[in-house]
Nanobody
Framework: VQLQASGGGLVQAGGSLRLSCAAS????????MGWFRQAPGKEREFVAG????????DYADSVKGRFTTTRDNAKNTVSLQMNSLKPEDTAVYYC????????????????????WGQGTLVTVSS
């Protein structure tokens, strides 16, 4: 399984970015997808997740109302639209694929994700 994240960059506070994650190597539509981030000197944290059929979507409290994740199973892609960005959103963002097929809920535990993308850096300037 390969996950390729893209779309990171430098943006001013209040701006927007859209991250994309392209998946290959396994029937993507069977698995939930998650977004995590890791800021310098901090642990990796859950940002958003979407289950295999998009019936359950969950967000970290810190991004609720600002970030939106969607998926297109026909294209094997998942996206994270980030609006009203803040300097504290600065981090390397990772997409990840659930290790369990057909999971109904969204898991925020990094250990529940079997495959990870390489990460894309998002820098928000004040």
């Amino acid at each position: 399984v390969q996950l390729q994240a893209s779309g990171g960059g430098l943006v001013q506070a209040g701006g927007s970015l859209r991250l994309s994650c392209a998946a290959s190597g396994r029937t993507v539509s069977m698995y939930g997808m998650g977004w995590f981030r890791q800021a310098p000197g901090k642990e990796r944290e859950f940002v958003a997740g979407i289950n295999w059929e998009s019936s359950n979507i969950d967000y970290a409290d810190s991004v609720k109302g600002r970030f939106t994740t969607t998926r297109d199973n026909a294209k094997n892609t998942v996206s994270l639209q980030m609006n009203s960005l803040k300097p504290e959103d600065t981090a390397v963002y990772y997409c990840a694929q659930d290790r369990r097929a057909w999971r109904t809920d969204v898991t925020f535990l990094s250990g529940d994700y079997a495959y990870w993308g390489q990460g894309t850096l998002v820098t928000v300037s004040s």
